[in-house]
């Protein structure tokens, strides 16, 4: 358990050197490129144990970025859940996947990727999860244009 | 005499998503050496409405009615999941008749959904019917105190932020507790039944086993957890609402097959109908829900809450149903997100399945016990 999460930065960044994590509210904000190492840090450090990832998820804040927001938690010490997040930059989000830390994150990533167009370096299947392949666009982001309901699909031309 | 080798080939095997077994309209493509499978590949989204961007386009309190229709046999536990996160987010207290009211709710939701999900796994193994029937009867019983309470059986919409829409009717708490008393006889006949059952015995043993940690690593939560050890209910850890009050355990299996999952199931409806017990016994007088509750549920557009986030969670029937809310102060939330227990749950489909056969495929997805409707969103 930490005592705050301005004890935890400070953990991590001793013991991960190089790595340099912000506070701010409630929410651990990490540079995209250091992710793995802090996932892999929490998850198998002997202290936090976060072995298990509760959320996955991200949120659209145009126009210049994209967050992706993961909730982890500690099964073997039950304390958490943690809210951890990524900036990435809008036009190409990308970071890397954490599946293989947890594999819970393999359809929550894949969700990401279909909804927001996050894409997640390393995922073993990134492909769209409940949209249909060959659906144009990513539905979720603040900007996409809902068709207009009111007409037909037209068939094939 | 020479040997011959006979040539094979890998066949692959749609399984849905118009198929009675996969519960609703999913999909697995099946790659099968003679009857083994070989590599399971799930399909799915036909359901999938983008319920969440039409939450971000609605008041929080509007994406009630849309909740039951997640997970569309525990109406009440998605609007009690919803309700914890704007009561996180908007820093509302429940009222204390409305923590019980609300657990009564959840609690007798977890008994609906084990029995139908009990009965629908004995028709995936074969058991045509009967045991099914079984369950629905006394299922029924609970969707009637459902629908006297909140004027539908199924599609609920009761739970409100701070406490219920309305309090329960007249007579309703003695009826309830008449169901509840009786229910551990159902149990008993139910268990006589199925228990010590050749099939379940033949068909459910060691088979689709879950290793606890690849359930943890996996995300897996729920009866399908805790079935294969991992001691995790969001009742006990967190302790939200009313929960910490009550007395009640924890069943853990060891195994982490079908036949385990099926029986953490038995014993969490015998640990829910203490818990109603207790809490149908305890409930005290008062208002169904607090003053700032009954004024955001009267006048959804003037709930603005301030700037910031919640992840809200239950433990709903099939695992941890998450809400992940932010809000930019205003009415409407700038995010809304849904942790679907079904959908997670459904990653290790593929690991059970590999190296069983055709027909263990059917049952392994049968005790995972999706719902479509919370799997797409």
Known sequence: MWASLDELKSVLEQQLPGVTVTVEGAVLYVEPKNLVSVCRYLKDSERFRLDYLANLTAVDYPPER??????????????????????????EPKVASVTPIWRGAEFQEREAYDLYGVIFEGHPDLRRILLWDGFQGHPMRKDYVVEDQNVLEGGPA | MSATTAETQLLEINLGPQHPSTHGVFRMIATLDGET?????????????????????????????????????????????????????????????????????AELTRLVNHVAVTGFLLNDMGAFGTPL???????????????????????????????????????????AREIVNNFPIF??????????????????????????????????TGPMARA??????????????????????????SVGDVYDRYYVRILEMRESVKILQQALKDIPGGPAISPKGQAISKAPRTFKPPKGEAYGRVESPKGELGFYLVSDGSSQPYRYHIRAPSFINLTVL????????????????????????????
């Open chain 1, 66 to 91: 994209i967050e992706v927001v993961y909730h982890v938690y500690s099964m073997d010490k039950k304390h958490g859940p943690l809210p951890l997040k990524v900036r990435l930059p809008r036009a």
């Open chain 2, 37 to 105: 499978i070989v590599k399971l590949k799930p399909v799915m989204g036909y359901l999938h409405r983008n319920h969440e961007q039409i939450g971000e386009g609605i008041t929080y309190v509007a994406s009630f009615p849309f909740t039951d229709r997640l997970d569309y046999f525990n109406a009440m536990s998605n609007n009690f999941g919803l309700a914890l996160a704007i009561e996180k987010l908007g820093g509302i207290q429940a009222s204390e008749r409305g923590e019980y009211v609300r657990v009564i709710m």
């Open chain 2, 133 to 175: 029937l079984y369950a629905f009867r006394e299922r029924e019983r609970i969707l009637d105190l459902f629908e006297a309470a909140s004027g539908s059986r199924m599609m609920c919409n009761y739970v409100r932020p701070g406490g219920v829409r309305e309090d329960v009717p007249v007579q309703w708490l003695e009826r």
């Open chain 2, 187 to 220: 149990l008993d006949e139910f268990e006589t039944l199925l228990t010590e059952n050749e099939i379940i015995q033949q068909r459910a043993k060691h088979v689709g086993v879950l290793p606890k940690t690849l359930a943890v690593n996996a995300s897996i």
């Open chain 2, 228 to 253: 294969s050890g991992v001691n995790y209910d969001i009742r006990k850890v967190d302790g939200y609402s009313i929960y910490p009050k009550f007395a009640f355990k924890v069943p853990l299996g």
């Open chain 2, 350 to 377: 593929e690991d059970m399945c590999l190296g069983q056969k055709v027909a263990d495929a059917i049952i392994i997805l049968g005790s995972i016990d999706i719902v479509l409707g919370e799997v797409d969103r």
